[in-house]
Nanobody
Framework: EVQLVESGGGLVQAGGSLRLSCAVS????????IGWFRQAPGKEREGVAC????????YYADSVKGRFTISSDNAKNTVYLQMNSLKPEDTAVYYC?????????????????WGQGTQVTVSS
């Protein structure tokens, strides 16, 4: 059974940090790209970052470059999103998604499987 479970969200003050985790099961990270997406109330879902776990290639939205880092621990079947220098506009529900393939970028990723999300709230 394919499952993706996000964790690590919470409430943090502007300038603070959080680390989100996406635990995956039912498939090998070596065969998939994993992406982080977010959706705030009244806004469309946007891609934040993705990683091709097989070779470590990463892609980031311009809005988070230099602040967020995506990484993969294939032995633990877990993908992380380290979020530093958080801003109120980062407030959203964050979702992880998996897509089978090796030539995926953030711009093209649609997700074959999705988690249920974790709330991130950044206070001003």
């Amino acid at each position: 059974e394919v499952q993706l479970v996000e964790s690590g969200g919470g409430l943090v003050q502007a300038g603070g940090s959080l680390r989100l985790s996406c635990a995956v099961s039912g498939f090998s990270l070596d065969d998939y790209a994993i992406g982080w997406f977010r959706q705030a109330p009244g806004k469309e879902r946007e891609g934040v970052a993705c990683i091709i776990s097989r070779d470590g290639s990463t892609y980031y939205a311009d809005s988070v470059k230099g602040r967020f880092t995506i990484s993969s621990d294939n032995a633990k079947n877990t993908v992380y999103l380290q979020m530093n220098s958080l801003k109120p506009e980062d407030t959203a529900v964050y979702y992880c998604a998996a897509e089978r393939g090796f030539y995926i970028t953030l711009a093209t990723m649609y997700g074959d499987y999705w988690g249920q999300g974790t709330q991130v709230t950044v206070s001003s």
